[in-house]
């Protein structure tokens, strides 16, 4: 064993600790703040992965998109729900977990055996290695084009579908009477209609906002 | 490679149809965003005018002579003509009957139909699509857009739990699928188109692998969430229930016809090497979805919960023509597919014309509709008689038609059960039937006798109308004069390649 295959185990021990251990972490704790960073080692651990098998490509968009996007959007909806509210163990939640661990190991079992016992057709290619990117996008511009345009698509109406889920609804009835009552700096629109302490507080940002 | 010899390879010419879908989407897009909200007055007719130009491209792609587009990613075959005209044309019919019903929900009609023709669009491109990207993608097209419909009415909190749920659900069961899709990937050399698959794996000698397996049951997982069959169609009655009425009908007709395309494509393409496992597969799936929809639908007390069970039901009927795999079995799919657009699309044009006049759709608030609203009645009871199976409409000869297809294969438990099961359904959509028709004055719902002055002048209403007389119409003669939609269904399948060594091998198997 040379010097760069020992490299290579050494820091593939030290991944597949990480991202398992990071992995149990999540499924495992109950602070649901410290499974979300837990995650977002799970996603660096695979991108380290991704590292090791010479695709620097894919393991820059895993830690970009991963880590970078989903990870902290997880960490924004924790944080905007804010509900402190103490967990209340279910009775028998064993029986739960108990089944859960049963699942998931039979499936474990059935998955690893399926790829031990599968006779893998490995690609007769050349390794893209440091030439990926050029080769993707030569991809892209070829026989992945018609996936990659409609992927735009896809983004497009997700964007408008965001942008409908997340706005204020447009009433132009309701206008009238809403400035009656506030004449200064308001919308024409009508605010959602929330949940009573969620109004407490609504209230009070409207009070900031009329101090400004 | 030069850029005007990849240009000619492309044979970009293929996706013309889905070319319109996306210039009516920045239509009604951009048309919104200049004109503003008085534009709601002509953008649904723009979109519809869209839909039917589409079709009318697909009618002059008909028998094309070189169906292979975008270097292997799309095949634009007979077959996938015939579902890319089913699904553009559902989606036609389902915008005029959702512009009343956007509009009375207080909601911008335009976004609703910008995001349903981007359903459509995955739709259409699903039926064509050749090749793991691409399918993966318009799948996933088709499915965000529908999550986005099903939650597009958000003040109305059971729309919000029929969204989260379809939401949940799908993305856990598009994991499955893209698991399995990635099995194939591995099993054949790193191929990704669907006829280059089945051949790495046939050179590879996995046809026997446990790993072909496991690809094939997680790839059948993913189309059976897509065409709600029996054990996963949980989502299903709850997401009928609480999505907005239109939205409804282009799931139960659209997406399920998408479902059935991609379920021919991959399946036949893919995975001929275990053609007898993914036939045993989907029996179940059949016996399974005909038992529960039909008994459950029987206990409903909602019509769109009725509704929903008996499209799981539908779905189960359907699968006897896949299961069969001949060309009378395809073909049969095809037609019934085709006979089950306009009668299901007719039945919720009726649920949602009653919803809008009386704000219910609780079966037992039918009675005595008769008395107010002829019309009404008279489209609903052919479209559920259709529906069930009833002699001179459409969907009797539909029925005979897959049954007489799995018969000739030899799926005799099969056809037996399909025929038990639609005497089953007759039976509740009969009930809501007698319920509108044979009441007396004095046992008439709260309802109907509140029913309002029927006055089709309103806003919205006109279209509604229209989609009501057309659905009638093409139901009540598709029975008498199916002629055409046999030969169309027959040739869609005699013409398409991809299907015929499937069949051959069939035949010379027995």
Redesign the interface.
């Known amino acids: 064993m040379n010097l760069a295959t020992g490299v290579q185990v050494v820091s593939f021990g030290i991944l597949a600790v990480m991202m398992i251990g990071a992995a149990l972490g999540v499924v495992l704790l109950s602070n649901i703040v410290y499974s979300a960073f837990l995650l977002g080692g799970v996603f660096v651990s695979i991108a380290g992965m991704y590292l090791l098998l010479n695709a620097d490509f894919v393991a820059a968009a895993q830690v970009l998109i991963y880590v970078g996007a989903v990870n902290v959007l997880i960490l924004f909806a924790i944080m905007l729900v804010n509900k402190r509210q103490d967990f209340i163990p279910l009775p028998r939640a064993w029986v739960r977990q108990v089944l859960t661990a049963v699942v998931s190991l039979g499936l474990f079992i059935l998955l690893s055996t399926m790829v031990l016992a599968t006779p893998w057709s490995f690609s007769t290619g050349p390794a893209a290695g440091d030439n990926s990117i050029v080769l993707i996008g030569q991809h892209f511009f070829s026989d992945f084009l018609l996936p990659f345009e409609l992927a735009s698509i896809l983004l497009l109406i997700a964007m408008v579908g965001a942008i409908i889920l997340a706005r204020r609804e447009f009433l132009p009835e309701q206008t009238l009477a809403t400035e009656l009552e506030q004449p200064v700096l308001t919308l024409p629109e009508r605010p959602r209609q929330l949940v009573s302490v969620a109004s407490d507080r609504n209230s009070s940002l409207d009070k900031v906002e009329r101090q400004k | ?1 030069d850029f005007a010899n ?1 240009a000619a390879q ?1 044979n970009a010419g293929t ?1 013309l149809p889905e070319g319109i879908v ?1 210039t009516t ?1 920045m239509v009604v ?1 951009v048309g919104d965003l200049i004109v503003g909200r008085s534009a709601s007055r002509w953008l649904p007719y723009a979109a519809i005018a869209g839909l039917l130009s589409a079709t009318a491209a697909l009618y002059f792609q008909w028998d094309n002579v070189s169906p292979i587009s ?5 095949n634009s075959d007979d077959l996938s003509i015939v579902f890319r005209g089913i699904i553009a044309l559902s989606a036609a019919v389902t915008i005029l009957m959702s512009i009343r019903y956007v509009e009375q929900s ?3 009609l335009a ?1 609703f139909i ?2 349903l023709l ?1 359903a459509t ?2 739709g259409m ?1 699903l039926s064509g699509a050749n ?1 793991l ?2 399918i ?3 799948l ?2 088709l499915s ?2 529908s ?2 419909l099903t ?2 009415t ?2 109305d909190p059971r729309s919000n739990e029929a969204a989260l749920k379809y939401l949940l659900i799908g993305a856990s069961s598009t994991a499955v699928f893209l698991y399995g899709v990635s099995l194939l990937y ?5 191929k990704t188109q669907l006829d280059a698959i089945a051949a ?2 046939a ?4 046809g026997q ?4 397996v ?1 690809a094939l049951v997680f790839a059948i997982a993913g189309i059976a969430f897509k065409i709600s069959a029996a054990p996963f169609h949980q989502w299903t009655p709850d997401v009928y229930e609480g999505s907005p009425t239109p939205v409804v009908a282009f799931l139960s007709v659209g997406s399920k016809a998408a479902g059935f395309a991609l379920a021919i494509r991959l399946l036949t393409t893919a995975f001929p090497l275990v053609t007898e496992e993914w036939r045993f597969v989907f029996t179940a799936l059949a016996v399974l979805s005909m038992v529960l929809g039909n008994v459950v639908a029987l206990a409903q007390s909602s019509m769109k919960r009725m509704l929903a069970y008996s499209s799981i039901a539908q779905a189960g009927f359907i699968m006897i023509g896949l299961i069969a795999g001949t060309d009378a079995g395809y073909a049969s799919m095809v037609f019934y597919l085709l006979v089950y657009l306009f009668m299901n699309l007719g039945g919720f044009i009726c649920v949602i014309l009653f919803s809008l006049r009386t704000g219910t759709d609780q079966i037992s608030e039918y009675s005595g509709l008769y008395q107010k609203d002829p019309l009404l009645t008279l489209c609903l009871s052919i479209c559920l008689l259709s529906l069930g199976g009833i002699p001179p409409l459409a969907g009797f000869f539909g029925k005979i038609y897959l049954f007489w297809a799995g018969w000739q294969a030899e799926q005799y438990g099969l056809v037996l059960l399909g025929l038990i099961t639609t005497v089953i359904s007759i039976y509740y959509y009969i009930r809501v039937v007698r319920m509108m028709v044979v009441k007396e004055p004095q046992e008439m719902s709260a309802a109907v006798k509140n029913y309002p002055e029927i006055s089709w002048n309103l806003p919205g209403m006109r279209p509604l109308q229209v989609g009501l007389v057309l659905t009638l119409v093409a139901t009540s003669l598709a029975g008498i004069l199916s002629n055409p939609l046999f030969t169309l269904a027959n040739n869609s399948i005699v013409r398409t390649p991809m299907l015929q060594p499937a069949v051959v091998s069939r035949e010379v198997g027995q």
């Open positions: 490679m990849l492309l996706i996306i989407l897009l975008f270097l292997g990613a799309f207080g909601t911008a976004e910008a995001i981007s669009l995955g491109f090749e990207v691409m993966f993608i318009s996933e097209t965000i857009s999550y986005l939650g597009y958000k003040r591995g099993l054949s050399g790193g790495g794996i050179n590879n000698s996995a692998s446990l790993g072909l496991i």
